[in-house]
């Protein structure tokens, strides 16, 4: 199977390839009134890519309503296939695309390639079920997908006794020689680098012949809120899952249950658009915000008012309104100092907001996404920074000091939060080229259209 391998442009924050070809890229539009816009965000990659795993993992057929259809939920799509897992599209129910009957292998197969893409869920979830199947499993991804950490998962699994074979990488590309059963029983990861080390390995716990004692050993465990969603999707389909100690999960062996599941909005995505509303003004409206949730983009409702904003929230609609002006005619954006630790993916957006504020602010706890689709700390220093802005790098996070910035270049390194950031930025800077907005389809392929239709 030809791996599709996208191959950014190798990072180098600090070289002097920012050149630009004049007619390349995209250019970010600008915002010319405040804006009154309501938007509908397609399903979460996240909700999506745990329960096309545990739909496969499941005791029958079931349906996802309302899935994510973008980059990283098709190659989880086509990774699960690859293992013997059926679908069947339907007429969808969430207008983004069909609703997904998914029918369990009877018996999960490897001898199979498996293209991870650059998807953290996929190069993390996938090779627990690779390890149930039975054949050889070879999983690779894109030129920045083998830059990312997979010690957590590969020494996982060789300490639960499946051979893996990654020639001492500890990461891509590496094969699972799968006998079509595991053992489980205790077990010790270091998870600093990745929450999903854990939650890869809880997904497909309840297969393992004894369930799983999984401790975590690491100095920090970065987005809990991405663990607990974990859990709490194991619990929906009936496993038995329980956290007796911080940093220690238990799941005990049995079946995973066949369970329709309708898929909530992306919250995350949600925030270059509610981020948009304090940027350019007015006020913007996400549809289907639910009730309950354990997205980390829910804490946006949270986090947003500290920069400045009023969040109002009407039955499912959540609406962020700008700031008063400041008296000297600002946008009021407040500088903030924030452990994001839960909430790496929000990142490279709440750093574009603090670009204008109104004083600096600081971004802590968050050295892992150093390893996310890209150096995400050093992107947006040498981006911002590029465009005239003051962006400091830390051991653990960033200071922005908001500046008059210019227009330029801006590269996303095949990283959605990237392209979309510089979508943010171009709101207020005339002249931002995001050289690569088709990032955006790792997780919303529709981004440009709705971005386009919240200005209009
Ligand atoms: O489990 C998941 O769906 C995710 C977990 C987090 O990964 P990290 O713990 O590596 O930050 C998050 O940043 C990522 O966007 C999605
Ligand atoms: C880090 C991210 O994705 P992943 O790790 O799932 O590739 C993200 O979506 O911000």
Redesign the pocket.
Known sequence: MQISRYSAPEFDPYGDNRQQEPDAGWLAPTATAPLESVVAIPGS???T??ELVLAALADGPSTLHAPLWSRDSELMVEGLRALGTRFERMPGTGGFGDDLRVIPADELLGSTTIDCGLA??VM??LPPVAALALGPTTFDGDEGARRRPMGGSIHGLQALGVDLDDDGRGALPFTVHGTGRVEGGELAID?S?????V??LLLSAARFERGLDLRHTGERL??LP??E??IETLRARRVDVASPEPGRWVVEPGAIAAVDVAIEPDL?NAAPFLVAALVAGGQVTITGWPAQTTQ?GAQLAQLLPRFGARVSLDDDRLTVHAPEPAADGGRGIRGVDLDLSE???LVPNLVALAAFGDGPSTFSGIG??R??ETDRLAALAAELNGLGGRVTELDDGLRVEPVALTGGPWRAYADHRMATTGAIIGLAVPGVVVDDIGSTSKTLPQFTKLWEQMLA
């Open positions: 990659k996240s909700l890519n745990r953290g869920t993390r979830f998870a680098a990745s929450s999903q080390f939650s890869g970065p987005s991405h663990i969603m974990t995350s980390v909430a790496g993916e892992h996404i390893h996310h």
